[in-house]
């Protein structure tokens, strides 16, 4: 790495490793940089007569701290002038280095977007995660959530975004999009991700969602319906799918029973959603459109799927 200036040398003084510095130190020794630059760089700026772009490896890093503070463009453009932390992580230099501006970091956003290129950094961080035997596929639970859009019209078109929509859960409505996910059901991985607007169907996602390797499937009540369970049945495959009671009839104490049980096996499931909304404070969408919000949604689970074994991928391996 560079000499650091006297300006820069401030981090390098500081008496306490605060909470986020930790962070960021685990996630730069598990998130594997070059696999993942091997699959931006093709389609990166290279340096001509004009403008010389910022290092690949700066933006991309850049790009992920937005995603796990919940960064804004134009905030993120503050942070690097004013967090020194921030600024080292993205290997940037207050004494000697300009700060990407906020229209540069948008731009850099576009062109993952434009290229499909969340979808492919979700692929190839699943792939590391498959050869360190992390990511099995046994079984599978699919489960989904709902990501709330804001409701104001208060926009340059003057209205909602209408690629969300309005759906009904319990006796609250909401509006947004949904995250369909299927999940390794002994890792708690995401192997499996589906971005739709928010009236649709969890059921009509199901078996896209599957890998087609699983011996067992498990999922919620609002999965039970005899289309889901006769393609496991077709398909041989272990039906853990909890049942619904029929209309003014509770459960049987066996329905019960195995509702119990399944409810322990797809638990794991939702871990990836905690992390995303909890760790990450994803709870609202930012940008309008399906197709923006879901390769977030990519790389966010990417960076998840890190996270939750970060402390397996930094133990030395025998």
Known sequence: MKQLSFAAREFAKKPKQTRREKF??????????????SVIEPHYPKAG????????PTMLRIHFMQQWFGYSDATMEEALHEVPLLRHFAGLDAGTDT??????????RHLLERHSLSSALFAEVNGLL????????EGTTVDATLIAAPPSTKNREGKRDPEMSQTKKGNQWYFGMKAHIGVDDESGLVHSLIGTTAKVSDMSQFTQLLHGEEERVSADRGYDYPQIHRHLQENLIEDWVALKGKPGKGLSAWA?????????VRAIGEHPFRILKRQFGYTQVRYRGLAKNTAQLFTLFALGNLFQVRRALLAPRA
């Open 24 to 37: 960021l130190l685990e996630m730069d020794a598990v998130v594997p940089w070059s696999r993942l630059m």
């Open 49 to 56: 007569n004009g403008r010389r772009p910022y290092e690949l």
């Open 99 to 108: 700060m990407p501006d906020e229209t540069t970091i948008l731009n850099f």
């Open 130 to 137: 498959l050869e360190r035997g992390l990511l099995l596929r």
């Open 256 to 264: 019960q029973g195995l509702n119990h049980a399944i409810a322990q």
